[in-house]
């Protein structure tokens, strides 16, 4: 999919959980859910987030393929982690894989990394999948009743238990070559992250290695974007600098219940400026604070009255194709190889803009002009129909 007006300020919701999802599912069903997610025609990407697992990712993502959540441009798999040791306030830590899902095996992809990663228990390893997990929770709590395992409590204390210690879940992700390559690691910010550390404390070389592994922050709080984007005091800046330079911070409604699904405490809604694409993703990384606005809106840096937003081209003659061309809002240059067009669309947008002066030679209009034997008069050539 082509998206043929530029970087545009687009709803992202990063963090979704769904129906079903592992731990603490306050979710109705499957319709109620859709029929919510379609409501909502302003968001338009979801990180589509479980612990552990990526079976409801699939799940969505097969409801769109048979027609539902149109107005979503893209899902991507948001897997969830908690990892030990635990924060100063005896809390895991929250670590996200952001995966593309741009390769058609990407699915298998992360199933195939997911079975590498595994941890012990009574003298047993357990790798990260569905059947593994459970097995696990069957191990850590034997009581759990055979009625009782298919409402998930097996599932449920596996993954409640399954927290690899960070140094080992660093290691594998760095030998998964596919998967790091094709994913964004993202760490919370908040109690539940690392500011569940004391900077001062016992964990503080931890907490600073965690954060070096991370590319992005996932918190909404104004105060702790001001921080990771280095705009507070030379401190903080000199801080950040040394775990690794500026983060973004992005946000969601990490929402375990419909009512709440894409409403985040204060209208904290997340805004990024790029296709909806992973890559328009991971541009966020190199623009940390150009390309992400948290808010009830996103900013307007122009006076709207005074934007062009398309230019139509009609009666060409040959010259022209009749076509009409979106125009970015932040348009400021014409970027294009030699003969592409580039003063045709500037001349012509001046033209219609009554900027265009016929007295200069030089101009791509009066020559154009000359060549086609067409008068002034004639617009010398084709006829721009309308400017929106």
């Known amino acids: 999919m082509m998206f043929v007006g530029g970087s545009e300020w687009r709803r992202w919701d990063l963090h979704v959980h769904t129906p079903e999802t592992i731990l603490n599912n306050q979710f109705g069903d499957?319709?109620?859910?859709?029929?919510?997610?379609?409501?909502?025609?302003?968001?338009?990407?979801?990180?589509?987030?479980?612990?552990?697992?990526?079976?409801?990712?699939?799940?969505?993502?097969?409801?769109?393929?048979?027609?539902?959540?149109?107005?979503?441009?893209?899902?991507?798999?948001?897997?969830?982690?908690?990892?030990?040791?635990?924060?100063?306030?005896?809390?895991?830590?929250?670590?996200?894989?952001?995966?593309?899902?741009?390769?058609?095996?990407?699915?298998?992809?992360?199933?195939?990394?997911?079975?590498?990663?595994?941890?012990?228990?009574?003298?047993?390893?357990?790798?990260?999948?569905?059947d593994q997990l459970m097995a696990l929770g069957r191990a850590f709590d034997p009581k759990i009743?055979?009625?009782?395992?298919?409402?998930?409590?097996?599932?449920?204390?596996?993954?409640?238990?399954?927290?690899?210690?960070?140094?080992?879940?660093?290691?594998?992700?760095?030998?998964?070559?596919?998967?790091?390559g094709n994913s964004l690691i993202g760490v919370s910010a908040g109690a539940d992250g690392v500011s569940g550390f004391r900077r001062d404390g016992a964990w503080a070389a931890l907490r600073d290695e965690i954060t070096r592994f991370s590319q992005i922050m996932f918190s909404g709080r104004p105060g702790e974007r001001e921080f990771w984007l280095g705009i507070g005091s030379p401190e903080d800046r000199e801080t950040v600098t040394r775990l690794g330079g500026l983060k973004p911070c992005v946000h969601g409604s990490d929402a375990h219940e419909i009512g709440k699904l894409f409403l985040p405490d204060a209208d904290r809604f997340c805004w990024i400026k790029a296709d909806p694409t992973f890559e328009g993703l991971k541009q966020v990384l190199y623009e940390p604070g150009d390309r992400i606005c948290i808010g009830p809106?996103?900013?307007?840096?122009?006076?709207?009255?005074?934007?062009?937003?398309?230019?139509?081209?009609?009666?060409?003659?040959?010259?022209?194709?009749?076509?009409?061309?979106?125009?970015?809002?932040?348009?400021?240059?014409?970027?294009?190889?030699?003969?592409?067009?580039?003063?045709?669309?500037?001349?012509?947008?001046?033209?219609?803009?009554?900027?265009?002066?016929?007295?200069?030679?030089?101009?791509?209009?009066?020559?154009?002009?000359?060549?086609?034997?067409?008068s002034q008069s004639n617009l010398y050539g084709p006829t721009i129909q309308s400017l929106t």
């Open 30 to 130: 499957w319709e109620e859910y859709l029929k919510t997610v379609e409501a909502h025609p302003d968001v338009k990407v979801l990180g589509v987030t479980d612990y552990m697992s990526i079976a409801n990712y699939s799940k969505l993502k097969s409801f769109k393929a048979g027609g539902r959540i149109g107005n979503i441009d893209l899902l991507i798999p948001n897997i969830e982690f908690r990892i030990a040791p635990p924060t100063d306030r005896a809390t895991a830590v929250n670590i996200h894989i952001l995966v593309s899902p741009d390769d058609p095996q990407h699915e298998r992809e992360i199933l195939n990394a997911l079975a590498r990663l595994d941890w012990e228990y009574g003298g047993r390893r357990y790798s990260c999948l569905p």
């Open 145 to 180: 009743k055979e009625q009782e395992e298919q409402d998930g409590a097996a599932l449920r204390a596996g993954v409640t238990q399954f927290k690899v210690d960070f140094t080992r879940f660093r290691e594998w992700y760095s030998a998964e070559l596919w998967l790091r």
């Open 297 to 374: 809106t996103p900013p307007i840096y122009h006076d709207q009255a005074r934007v062009i937003r398309a230019i139509k081209l009609s009666s060409g003659r040959g010259w022209f194709d009749d076509i009409s061309i979106p125009l970015n809002s932040g348009l400021v240059s014409i970027i294009g190889q030699k003969g592409s067009g580039k003063s045709a669309l500037a001349e012509l947008i001046s033209f219609a803009a009554g900027s265009w002066h016929a007295d200069d030679a030089g101009n791509f209009l009066r020559r154009a002009g000359i060549i086609l034997r067409i």
